[in-house]
């Protein structure tokens, strides 16, 4: 078996050359040790048979052509008893030969076009005008396309490769004729003859009959062009929706099946030239084409215009409702369930005393606040770093429980300059180390996180038996692992740990040739020279995860966050990965950063990457048809949901960016009357947040609640919308995450007849409180910054609540500091210390009068005005000592302001204030 592999890629050497068969056996390494060779093979055989009928059709068919052009050059030039050098067969051989090889390596490029095809899956649903089935134009209407393009790409070579022969070759044919003068006896001059009907008939008949052929093909394919447009209206962006509207169906239709007509007879016209001999029949076929063409080409504009605008609404109506049915069936929001809202616009006590497992996992900590806090308080060294900050949910004893979770990953980026060695780069500093993670809804008394897993080792709630990360976000460098040299674990104290690989991912150095094949790859000759790498090392590249996964299977998108998860002691990615496609009869066109000039896209699987393995599993969702396809040509690459561990089920979740595709689409497209739809009566938009004094477009977020339904309590993707133009807030979308609803989506409509705030209405609300803004105001002095994190709209019961951190950071060397929690209920405004203080100031009582310890319950503020009054009476007392009487007043007055509105606060809290 080893010698037919060798045989094999010897073979492929002599066709590819050095570079291209090093990458290919390489590659096929790396997939067979991350045991997904059979999805290798499967690329790479479609990719190199391909090359076969690619390099057939092109060679036939210039072959042919040259051949025949030389046989009748040969006969013409014969019959007239001139001489010339015959060509040089062998040349022409050897030309065309390589030609077709290049062809044939282009078309090999269409190896995906072609696999779908052969194993195309029906959707089940039809386009309501011609009547095939979808998966005709996502699978197979892409290989007609191609099958057309590439003989009319031959058919022109070899209609130029002819000419080119012809009028080189027969060249003194078409010499100007002599004619005899009356002036010098037997002198002959000679006149150009230059009008194409000389040139006409003195073309030979073989000429003629080949150039004819060549032309009736051409017409042909032109014709079979004209006839694929038909099925091309159905993505028509021409009328007021994407798909055929009526002028496509009742002009642009009808258009295309005359040209098709037209250019059909052309092209028998041409064929028929082949035995009439007559050019005049071909030309007038193509001149009839072509002004049909230019006498068409305004006809539908005009018809848009003059017979469709006046009336529009009536007569594109139908073709409206085709687009929104299809649109919401392309995206997934056909089964989207919507259901009345009755917003009760003054959050109570007994509401907040009723949900306290919604409160308990509000989140108050901004991700991108919190990066920074995280790298400044967990980084530990600087080469590790945080690439982001997720949220993610655990089943803990005491409950349901939502987190903030962070891996932190290596980046040898940040090694000091003199540690930069090849050695310390590929061999010692091999992988990151621990998570950390913090409750969403708690911090400390100085505004930092409530760390339940932190440091190096990681200690906390949470047992993580393998913290080390050899798979992440950050590492794009090849690492050699189980070397002769020892892994920088962990520092410890003044010392550091070291560690060797202990797991089966990495290709293993275990030859001379191998070590050489990877010198030559990353051009670095330390894999033979370093004696640190030996038999038992471990390459490891594509360690980046994203890149991993595309590597394995690059017909997938991926998700832009993936996200960590602590399973059975273990560190996992979760990365969600998308099928799309850009031929879905009526659906509307997505242009988006992440997902570009899509009509259908579904969240078909879940890749699910081991971080320190590196081993990558593919897990399907749902039947849909485009991911079953791929099923039928790779069918080792794909899992069940069913196989997919217990521990990790728990973990996945709705992706934003599949929900923000969605979304998008939704601000029009929940409006299923078509005549609302052409009016953009109800049209909606996402909200606006405050942001580092920016205003940016809210996203949508994570959350543990209980729906309106009478259900439990359970993780969910939230986006609120507003009217378009408008701020108040319409509606709240929410994508449910938990077995078994995963990938329901509840639609939550608000009362049209009264007034529930918007994101934006109530980050004004904050901004005109004097008070906040006033101590907001205050806090934003020089040498310090404020930031305001995410707003949130909380669905409670039958309330909204909406919540907003504010954090506190130096200008420089941030580390922003939770300080206060703004909320509000659409009616009040308030801003204390902590989230639960808010909430208690919110509905004006109390849920916990006393504290943990069991002493009276003293709120943030009312503390701080204490100590703002002892402060005063310090420095009156200063003033005393002095004599300065003066100064003694002034702060002796401050003092009685201060205590005034101490005793102010403690009323509102109900905190008996009489000894």
């Not at 329901?744 to 409509?749: A, D, G, L, R």
């Amino acid at each position: 078996m080893r010698d037919i592999r060798i045989i094999f890629f010897l073979i492929l050497a002599l066709f590819l050359g050095i570079g291209p068969l090093v990458g290919i056996y390489t590659d096929y390494l790396w997939f067979d040790m991350i045991g997904y060779t059979s999805v290798f093979t499967t690329i790479l055989q479609w990719k190199l048979i391909a090359i076969i009928p690619g390099f057939i059709l092109a060679f036939a068919f210039l072959y042919i052509n040259a051949k025949f052009a030389g046989n009748s050059i040969s006969k013409i030039l014969a019959e007239r008893k001139l001489t010339y050098d015959k060509i040089d067969s062998q040349v022409v051989l050897i030309v065309i030969a390589a030609f077709s090889f290049i062809f044939g390596l282009a078309f090999s490029s269409n190896w995906r076009t072609i696999l779908l095809y052969l194993n195309s899956t029906s959707f089940g649903i039809t386009d309501p005008i011609l009547m095939n089935d979808v998966g005709f134009y996502v699978f197979q209407l892409p290989f007609i396309h191609m099958i057309r393009g590439v003989f009319l790409i031959l058919t022109v070579i070899s209609l130029i490769m002819v000419l080119i022969l012809y009028m080189i070759r027969l060249e003194p044919i078409f010499r100007s004729k002599t004619v005899e003068t009356d002036n010098i006896e037997s002198s002959y001059f000679l006149y150009p003859t230059n009008s194409v009907k000389d040139i006409l008939d003195d073309l030979p008949v073989k000429v003629l009959i080949h150039i004819s052929t060549l032309l009736a093909f051409l017409f042909a394919l032109i014709a079979f062009g004209f006839f694929l447009n038909r099925y091309e209206i159905l993505f028509s962006q021409q009328g007021v929706v994407s798909g055929a509207g009526y002028t496509d169906v009742h002009v642009r239709l009808p258009i295309f099946n005359i040209l098709t007509i037209l250019s059909f007879l052309t092209a028998v016209a041409l064929l028929a030239n082949v035995k009439l001999k007559n050019i005049k029949i071909p030309i007038a076929s193509i001149v009839l084409l072509i002004l049909f063409i230019m006498g068409s080409s305004f006809v539908p504009d005009v018809y848009q215009q003059f017979k469709v605008e006046p009336t529009e609404i009536q007569l594109e109506k139908p073709y409206l409702e085709y687009n929104i049915n299809y649109t919401r069936m392309a995206f997934g929001l056909s089964d989207i369930e919507e259901r009345p809202f009755q917003a009760n616009t003054d959050l109570t006590l007994s509401e907040l005393e009723n949900n306290t497992q919604i409160t308990e996992n509000i989140r108050i900590w901004d991700r991108r606040a919190l990066e920074q806090t995280y790298k400044q308080l967990q980084q530990i060294r600087t080469y590790y770093t945080f690439n982001d900050v997720d949220t993610d949910r655990y089943q803990m004893d005491d409950g349901y429980k939502q987190y903030m979770i962070s891996a932190r990953e290596l980046d040898t980026m940040q090694l000091a300059p003199e540690a930069k060695t090849w050695v310390n780069e590929r061999l010692v500093y091999t992988h990151g180390f621990g998570i950390v993670m913090n409750p969403v809804s708690t911090k400390t008394s100085d505004g930092r996180p409530e760390f339940v897993l932190q440091d190096i080792p990681p200690t906390g709630e949470f047992d993580v038996d393998n913290p080390r990360i050899y798979y992440g976000e950050v590492t794009n460098d090849y690492k050699i692992a189980d070397s002769g040299k020892e892994e920088f674990d962990y520092p410890k104290g003044g010392q550091n740990v070291f560690t060797q690989y202990e797991g089966k991912s990495g290709i293993v150095l275990d030859s001379f040739v191998k070590r050489l094949i990877f010198a030559f790859t990353f051009g670095e000759s330390k894999f033979i020279l370093s004696e640190y790498v030996d038999d038992s090392s471990r390459l490891m590249y594509h360690q980046q995860i994203e890149e991993r996964a595309q590597m394995i299977a690059p017909f997938l998108k991926y998700d832009s966050d993936p996200y960590p998860v602590i399973s059975d002691g273990k560190v996992y990615w979760i990365i969600d990965a998308y099928t799309t496609a850009d031929k879905y009869p009526y659906s509307e066109s997505y242009y988006g950063t992440k997902f570009y000039d899509i009509n259908y896209i579904r969240n078909s699987v879940k890749v699910v990457v081991d971080a320190y393995d590196g081993t990558v599993d593919f897990y399907v969702m749902e039947d849909e048809p485009v991911v079953n396809t791929y099923s039928k040509i790779f069918p080792d690459l794909f899992k069940p949901f069913s196989e997919m561990p217990e521990g990790l089920k728990e973990h996945i979740r709705y992706p934003k960016d599949f929900f923000k595709v969605q979304m998008d689409l939704y601000e029009n497209y929940h409006m299923t009357d078509a005549e609302t739809f052409y009016n953009k009566e109800d049209a909606w938009e996402i909200p606006n947040e405050v942001y580092r004094g920016s205003s940016i477009e809210m996203e949508p977020y994570y959350m543990i609640t209980k729906l309106p339904n009478g259900g439990g309590l359970e993780y969910v993707l939230l986006q609120p919308f507003t009217p378009r133009n408008r701020e108040n807030m319409i509606a709240w979308i929410a994508a449910r995450c938990d077995e078994p609803n995963y990938g329901e989506i509840k639609h939550y409509e608000l009362p049209k007849g009264e007034l529930i705030y918007g994101p934006t209405q109530i980050e004004s609300r904050i901004d005109q409180d004097p008070d906040i803004s006033e101590q907001l105001t205050l806090w934003g002095q020089t040498g310090s910054r404020v930031i305001r994190g995410n707003l949130l709209v909380v669905p409670i019961g039958n309330s909204i609540l909406y919540t907003e951190p504010i954090f506190i950071s130096a200008e420089e060397s941030e580390i922003p500091e939770l300080r206060r929690v703004v909320v509000s209920s659409g009616q009040k405004v308030v801003m204390a210390e902590d989230l639960q203080e808010s909430l208690q100031m919110l509905v004006e009582g109390r849920i916990d009068v006393q504290d943990e310890t069991g002493q009276p319950y003293i709120p943030g503020t009312a503390r701080e005005l204490a100590q703002q009054a002892l402060d005063h009476y310090n420095k009156a007392q200063d003033y005393l000592a002095e004599g300065d009487w003066a100064g003694y007043g002034e702060e002796i007055d401050r003092m009685e302001e201060i205590l005034n509105q101490l005793s102010q606060v403690l009323e509102e809290a109900d905190i008996d204030t009489t000894l």
